[in-house]
């Protein structure tokens, strides 16, 4: 398929067919799914393939037993981590080292290094790090002062940082659910979901946080509820 065909193929789907579906392409969508855009190429997501009947039978309870969960052959599970911006900023010091070293000049690079270790090793600590709301209180008197004298961002409490993880890891969830399409592969994502309960079933660690469940299978001529609605493009289009 064209991408445009891709994307007109793509629907949420609400009942699957009871046929079984490749693990192994599945997978390979998730793969595709962790080159999507994300804020400072941080990467604090993870992504659970469940394939265990047990395991998703329990996350359809999760689920409110919605029928796109309850007849479900796979789901992934899109999940923020927020708590390793430690480890993912050391990930990036050493990536744009090499990267540096690899294709700057020789005279450049000591100057540019010491960028990125500036980057990752003082302000995206700075920026992720929490306390109870009071540091984010605190970025944000800071950068209103700031912002009297030159442009920034203002979006740096601790519940803006929260927004920026989350939307990055919803960016890999549309570029997976994309990739499922090209496979001819149906999902749908939920958002109506109990997170205690999907969090005590994936034993997630108290940092993460559960930003979507994708359901996956090959849609019942059912599943898809009617002809697809958008409201009217000039109502949300503006030209500037």
């Known amino acids: 398929m064209t991408f445009e065909?891709?994307?007109?193929h793509r629907r949420s789907v609400r009942h699957y067919k009871d046929l079984s579906i490749d693990p192994e392409k599945v997978k390979h969508c998730i793969e595709l799914a962790t080159l999507a855009p994300n804020s400072s190429n941080m990467q604090l997501w993870e992504f659970y393939h469940i394939t265990s009947p047990e395991t998703l039978k329990a996350l359809s309870v999760a689920c409110l037993d919605q029928e796109s969960a309850t007849t479900a052959?796979?789901?992934?599970?899109?999940?923020?981590?927020?708590d390793l911006y430690k480890k993912r900023a050391t990930n990036m010091i050493e990536l744009e080292t090499?990267?540096?070293?690899?294709?700057?000049?020789?005279?450049?690079?000591?100057?540019?290094?010491?960028?990125?270790?500036?980057?990752?090793?003082?302000?995206?600590?700075?920026?992720?790090?929490?306390?109870?709301?009071?540091?984010?209180?605190?970025?944000?008197?800071?950068?209103?002062?700031?912002?009297?004298?030159?442009?920034?961002?203002y979006q740096v409490s601790e519940?803006?940082?929260?927004?920026?993880v989350h939307k990055t890891c919803a960016l890999a969830a549309q570029t997976f659910m994309l990739a499922m399409s090209n496979e001819n592969y149906d999902t749908c994502p939920l958002e109506g979901f109990d997170s205690r309960k999907v969090k005590r079933i994936l034993n997630l660690p108290m940092g993460a946080e559960i930003n979507m469940v994708v359901t996956c299978g090959i849609r019942e001529e059912r599943g898809v509820w009617g002809d697809r609605m958008r409201v009217p493009f000039d109502d949300v289009y503006r030209k500037i």
């Open 5 to 8: 065909e891709i994307v007109h």
């Open 73 to 82: 052959q796979q789901m992934v599970v899109f999940v923020t981590r927020r």
């Open 98 to 153: 090499q990267n540096i070293l690899k294709n700057s000049p020789k005279e450049k690079q000591e100057k540019r290094i010491k960028r990125w270790q500036l980057y990752y090793g003082k302000v995206m600590p700075f920026l992720y790090s929490r306390f109870l709301g009071i540091l984010g209180l605190f970025r944000k008197i800071l950068v209103n002062l700031i912002g009297l004298f030159r442009a920034i961002t």
């Open 159 to 164: 519940n803006d940082v929260r927004v920026v």
